[in-house]
């Protein structure tokens, strides 16, 4: 990567956690999260823990689990963790 681009991602990091201490909440949007292996769904789970993100907004963007069992306890531990969750599927659930 280019130290142009390093730059700018520790510019915009920095703006992040500046605007966190202010007090705004923060967007995290992720996809393709493929729950269906154990490292994914274990770093998932995590994400609920605590009370890091409890102010925040999550965007999951699809393909989380073929597998119904899978995505509702991924969907229920986020909705615990984040303050709004917003879920579209994807060409898997």
């Known amino acids: 990567m280019s130290e142009t681009f390093l730059a700018a991602v520790a510019t915009r990091s920095a703006d992040v956690v500046e605007r966190r201490a202010a007090g705004g909440p923060r967007i995290w ?4 999260v493929h729950a269906d292996y ?4 274990n770093w998932m789970l995590s994400l609920a823990g605590g009370q890091r ?3 925040d907004v999550l965007i999951l963007a699809g393909d989380v ?3 119904m069992k899978i995505l509702r ?3 229920e531990a986020l909705v615990a963790g984040f ?3 917003f879920f579209t599927p994807g060409n898997q659930c």
């Open 29 to 32: 949007l992720v996809s393709d």
């Open 38 to 41: 154990r490292d994914n769904l």
């Open 53 to 55: 993100f409890k102010e």
């Open 65 to 67: 689990s073929n597998d």
């Open 73 to 75: 306890e991924v969907l």
């Open 83 to 85: 303050a709004t969750v």
